[in-house]
């Protein structure tokens, strides 16, 4: 049976529709894997480098702390639809690997768990990752009369917790209770945007023993950069830091072949 609800899902918008785009996993555990991306719009964070910054920069005030500087119009960057007709739009494209993504995609996670209900009722086998901060806990909802949650539904979560690069307010990026749930799932693997030698300290800091205590393999690190050269110019250091504590190097494959546009 279909779950309606009148909680509807803000989504960015691309080419005037709901931002959902086929393409392959650009970064991570993934990469390389064809996927159906999903954009939710909203973030709680603010990160100076941030690539979509059309999903929350729509005040003066976080447009003064993008790097960009740029104001969005929230009327015009953001589409609502309900989680039904999502997982009917999903399901009709017959991809096998979703992506939601975001913005922040757990700041919906009532209605994406509606979503998912639906969209694995009909189409079991489809595989779901999810791209996260990792500030915000999976919660378990009643649908009808069911106890489900993100946590039953998402078969990956690739959780990205933000380090002092990405220069939000202090204390705001790291929530220390959600990143040790995030770390107690098996399907959780984590993904680290390196911007500079103060990101590479950070990282040690956090998944070390008196912290996470994260097994390596369980890691994978990232240059920062929104062009090919950037980020090309950044990996041979993370290459050797992968090397020297056997964390997994990510380029961001999607910049590499198409650079820094939407809807890929
Ligand atoms: N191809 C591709 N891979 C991605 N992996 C994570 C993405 C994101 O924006 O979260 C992303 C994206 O925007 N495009
Ligand atoms: S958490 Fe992600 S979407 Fe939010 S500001 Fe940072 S990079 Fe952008
Ligand atoms: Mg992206």
Redesign the pocket.
Known sequence: MMVTTKSELNLAVLDGGPEIFY?????GASVGRPAL?VRTSGCNLECSWCD?PYTWVFSSAKAAVHADGQLYSRRASQTRIAPADLAERIGSTGSTRI?L?GGEPMLQQKSLTEMLVNLKSTHPGVIVEV?TNGTIEPRMYSILGRRTGMEVLVDQWNVSPKLSGARNSPGRALNPAALSRFGGLPNAVFKFVIAGEKDEADLLRLVGPANLGLQPARIWIMPEGRTPEEIRARLPRLAELCKVHRFNLTTRL?IEIWGDKQG?
Do not use: K, M
Not at 23 to 27: A, H, K, R
């Open positions: 393409t392959v996993q650009g970064e991306f979509t992506v993504t791209e999607h890929v």
